[in-house]
C-alpha cells in the first residue's frame, strides 16, 4: 500500500515537474517575443490568450488519469517548439542587439616613402615632413602618429598631388589610403617602383543617420556595393550607386541607378570632375553627399554590400528569379582569380549567388553596357526584396540570418528595422517597385582622380537627372 502510494506521489511529482518546465518555456518564449518587438500588440495579446490556455489545458491533463497521455504528449511537443523557438529568437535578437556596430566603416592608411630613403621604421620620421589630405581619416591617424613622433604636415587638396609631392622629394613621406594607393599603383608604374609602405593603420569611422518614422514618413536608403571580396568595413570603390525611394504609407519603392562612371562633382571638392565610383574610395559619407548633390534630395541610410556579401544572402534565401530580357555570356571571378562563365538565356532564370553576382556586374556583352548593367542589378535588388517580404521568408527569417549576419553594413537601427518587420507582419502590403536609371553620353576626360591622364566616364544627361528628380518626388509627397 505505501509502496503504491509513494510511486503515486513520485509520479505527481514528475507530472508537475513537466508542466513547470513548459510553463517556464513559455513565459520565456513569450517575453523574448516583447523583447523582439516585432510583433503588433494585437498579435502579442493573441498569442499571450492562446498560450494561457495552453497551459491550462496541460494543467488539466496531467491531473486526469483518463487524459494524462494526452498532456503528457503535448508538453513533449510544446517543450521542442519552445526549445527551437527560442534558439532561433536568441539568433534573432543579437543579430538586431549587432546591428549597432554595423555602422562602422573601417579605413586602412598606409604611410608611404620612397624605396631609396633611409626611413625603415615610423620613428625614423621624427621631425620630418608629411603630406597628407584632411579628412576624418587622417585626422584619427594624425592622433595616433602625434603619441609616436613629432612631424610637420602639408595639407594638399586631392591624392594626385600627394603622389607628386612625394616623388619630387618636396616631403618625406605621405598619408593616403591603401585602396587608394593600390589604384594609383595600377595606373603610375613609378608610385609603384619607388615607394614603399612604412606603416598601415586602421581606423574606424562611425556613420550616423538622418533618422526619420520609417513606419510613416518617406525615406531614402543608398545601396552601394563595392568591388571587393572579404570585410565588408572596407573602403573601396563604389560599383553599385543605387537611391531606393521608399514610401511606407503608399507601398512604393523607387530604385534610382546612377551608372558607376558618371562624371560628377565629388563633394566639397574643387577643380575636375570625378567618375562616382571613385567618391568610394573616400568613404561612404563621399558617395552619399556627392548623390545628394547630384539628385538635391537627402539620403536617410546606407546599406553596403561587397561580392560575398551578394553571393551568400542570395544563397541564403535560396536563389532568385531572374526575367533575363536577351541572351548573353558573363562570367564570375573567385577571390583567388579563377573565372567561372555562365550563360544566360532570354526568358526566366533561377539564379544563385555566384549566377547573380556575374548577372548584375557584366556590362560588356550588354547592348547598353553601363547603363544595361543598372539596370541587372535593379532586377537583383527587386528580386530579392520580393522574396524577403513574402510571407514565407517572414515566417522563418531568422534561420536566414546566420548566414546573413557580418555580410552587410548599414546604418539603420535595430528599432527601425523591427517597426518595418511589425508594420510588414501586421499588413502584408504588396509593395511596388519601380525603377529609372540616369542615362548619359560615353567621353573621354580628365578627372579629379587621375588628373594627368585622361579616362572613360559617362557624362550625364541633364534631362535624365531632371526626369529622376522629379519622380523622386512624386514617391516622397505621396502621403
Known amino acids: 500500500m505505501k509502496t503504491k502510494k509513494r510511486l503515486r506521489l513520485k509520479k505527481n511529482v514528475i507530472y508537475k515537474s513537466l508542466f513547470l518546465v513548459v510553463l517556464i518555456l513559455t513565459v520565456s518564449f513569450y517575453i523574448m517575443f516583447i523583447r523582439l518587438n516585432i510583433l503588433p500588440f494585437i498579435y502579442l495579446m493573441l498569442m499571450f490568450i492562446i498560450l494561457v490556455i495552453l497551459n491550462l489545458g496541460i494543467y488539466y491533463c496531467l491531473g486526469h488519469k483518463k487524459i494524462r497521455k494526452v498532456g503528457v504528449f503535448v508538453s513533449f511537443v510544446l517543450v521542442l517548439l519552445f526549445g527551437i523557438g527560442l534558439s532561433y529568437q536568441s539568433l534573432t535578437l543579437n543579430f538586431l542587439h549587432n546591428l549597432s556596430f554595423l555602422n562602422i566603416e573601417t579605413k586602412s592608411i598606409n604611410i608611404i616613402t620612397l624605396n631609396n630613403s633611409n626611413y625603415?621604421?615610423?620613428?625614423?620620421?621624427?621631425?620630418?615632413?608629411?603630406?597628407?589630405?584632411?579628412?576624418?581619416?587622417?585626422?584619427k591617424v594624425e592622433n595616433l602618429l602625434n603619441k609616436e613622433i613629432k612631424y610637420s604636415k602639408k595639407e594638399l587638396e586631392d591624392t594626385s598631388s600627394l603622389i607628386t609631392a612625394l616623388l619630387d622629394n618636396e616631403v618625406d613621406a605621405i598619408m593616403i589610403s591603401d585602396e587608394e594607393s593600390k589604384l594609383y599603383q595600377e595606373m603610375q608604374k613609378e608610385f609603384k617602383e619607388d615607394t614603399k609602405v612604412l606603416k598601415t593603420y586602421q581606423v574606424d569611422i562611425i556613420r550616423e543617420n538622418k533618422k526619420v518614422k520609417v513606419?510613416?514618413?518617406?525615406?531614402?536608403?543608398?545601396?552601394?556595393?563595392?568591388?571587393?571580396?572579404?570585410?565588408?568595413?572596407?573602403?573601396?570603390?563604389?560599383?553599385?550607386?543605387?537611391?531606393?525611394?521608399?514610401?511606407?504609407?503608399?507601398?512604393?519603392?523607387l530604385l534610382t541607378s546612377i551608372p558607376r562612371d558618371y562624371y560628377v562633382k565629388l563633394h566639397n571638392t574643387t577643380g575636375l570632375k570625378d567618375k562616382l565610383?571613385?567618391?568610394?574610395?573616400?568613404?561612404?559619407?563621399?558617395?552619399?553627399?556627392?548623390?545628394?548633390?547630384?539628385?538635391?534630395?537627402?539620403?536617410?541610410?546606407?546599406?553596403?554590400?561587397?561580392?560575398?556579401?551578394?553571393v551568400k544572402i542570395i544563397d541564403a534565401i535560396d536563389g532568385?528569379?531572374?526575367?533575363?530580357?536577351?541572351?548573353?555570356?558573363?562570367?564570375?571571378?573567385?577571390?583567388?582569380?579563377?573565372?567561372?562563365?555562365y550563360e544566360f538565356t532570354k526568358g526566366l532564370m533561377h539564379l544563385d549567388g555566384k549566377q547573380s553576382l556575374a548577372y548584375s556586374r557584366e556590362r560588356y556583352n550588354l547592348r547598353e553596357g553601363d547603363i544595361g548593367r543598372a539596370r541587372?542589378?535593379?532586377?537583383?535588388?527587386?528580386?530579392?526584396?520580393?522574396?524577403?517580404?513574402?510571407?514565407?521568408?517572414?515566417?522563418?527569417?531568422?534561420?536566414?540570418?546566420?548566414?546573413?549576419?557580418?555580410?552587410?553594413s548599414t546604418n539603420i537601427s535595430m528599432n527601425e528595422i523591427t517597426s518595418l518587420v511589425k508594420k510588414q507582419i501586421k499588413e502584408m502590403p504588396n509593395w511596388t517597385i519601380e525603377k529609372q536609371v540616369l542615362t548619359g553620353s560615353d567621353s573621354s576626360e580628365l578627372t579629379y582622380t587621375f588628373p594627368e591622364c585622361y579616362g572613360y566616364v559617362m557624362i550625364p544627361d541633364e534631362e535624365s537627372i531632371e526626369s529622376a528628380k522629379n519622380k523622386i518626388n512624386e514617391i516622397t509627397n505621396n502621403y
Open 277 to 310: 565610383t571613385h567618391a568610394g574610395l573616400k568613404g561612404i559619407d563621399m558617395s552619399i553627399k556627392t548623390i545628394e548633390d547630384l539628385l538635391d534630395e537627402e539620403i536617410n541610410y546606407y546599406l553596403k554590400i561587397n561580392f560575398t556579401s551578394l
Open 320 to 341: 532568385i528569379d531572374i526575367d533575363v530580357p536577351f541572351s548573353f555570356s558573363a562570367d564570375y571571378q573567385e577571390e583567388d582569380g579563377e573565372f567561372i562563365y
Open 120 to 139: 625603415n621604421d615610423i620613428k625614423d620620421l621624427s621631425n620630418k615632413s608629411f603630406a597628407l589630405v584632411s579628412d576624418e581619416s587622417t585626422n
Open 215 to 253: 513606419t510613416e514618413e518617406p525615406f531614402n536608403i543608398y545601396i552601394t556595393g563595392i568591388d571587393t571580396y572579404g570585410s565588408i568595413n572596407k573602403v573601396s570603390r563604389s560599383d553599385v550607386n543605387i537611391v531606393a525611394t521608399v514610401n511606407p504609407k503608399t507601398n512604393q519603392i
Open 376 to 408: 541587372h542589378q535593379q532586377q537583383v535588388i527587386e528580386a530579392m526584396v520580393n522574396k524577403l517580404t513574402s510571407t514565407k521568408f517572414l515566417t522563418n527569417y531568422a534561420s536566414l540570418l546566420g548566414s546573413i549576419e557580418g555580410n552587410f
